[in-house]
């Protein structure tokens, strides 16, 4: 469970951020998450909702994740494309040069306090 692993390393730092901030209660926690991280929304939300609980500061925090749309940048032709929709296989040229531009990340956008 890859999911379990960022939520436990997210409530640290939130605890850690709360801390250095004098936050005594997070209200809500606005994370993107990449299309092709390999992240499942609904594993990540439940395992968010078990382990928020051993900090009293996110004990009723909401997260809210935003999903980043993957791309990817195809060098021969210098062109990106979507990757879910087309994978590797970039249609125009094959084999292309290609490389995953963004859509791997797991970024916390926006905490809000109480
Ligand atoms: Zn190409």
């Known amino acids: 469970m890859h999911e379990m692993g960022i ?24 994370l993107q ?10 594993l990540f939300t ?13 004990e009723e925090s909401e997260l809210i994740l935003e999903t980043i749309p993957a791309v990817t940048w195809c060098d021969s032709c210098k062109r990106t494309y ?7 296989e970039w249609p ?7 490389w ?3 859509g791997n990340e797991c970024i916390i956008k926006e905490i809000e306090a109480e």
């Open 33 to 42: 998450v990449g299309e092709v991280s390999g992240i499942v929304t609904d």
């Open 7 to 30: 939520v436990v390393h997210l409530a640290k730092t939130l605890d850690q951020t709360a801390k250095e901030e004098g936050l005594t209660k997070i209200g809500s926690v606005t």
């Open 100 to 102: 995953l531009l963004r």
């Open 46 to 58: 439940d395992a968010w909702d078990y382990f928020k609980k051993k900090y009293p500061v996110l």
């Open 82 to 88: 979507e990757t879910v929709k087309y994978g590797k």
């Open 92 to 98: 125009y040229c094959h084999p292309g040069e290609t």
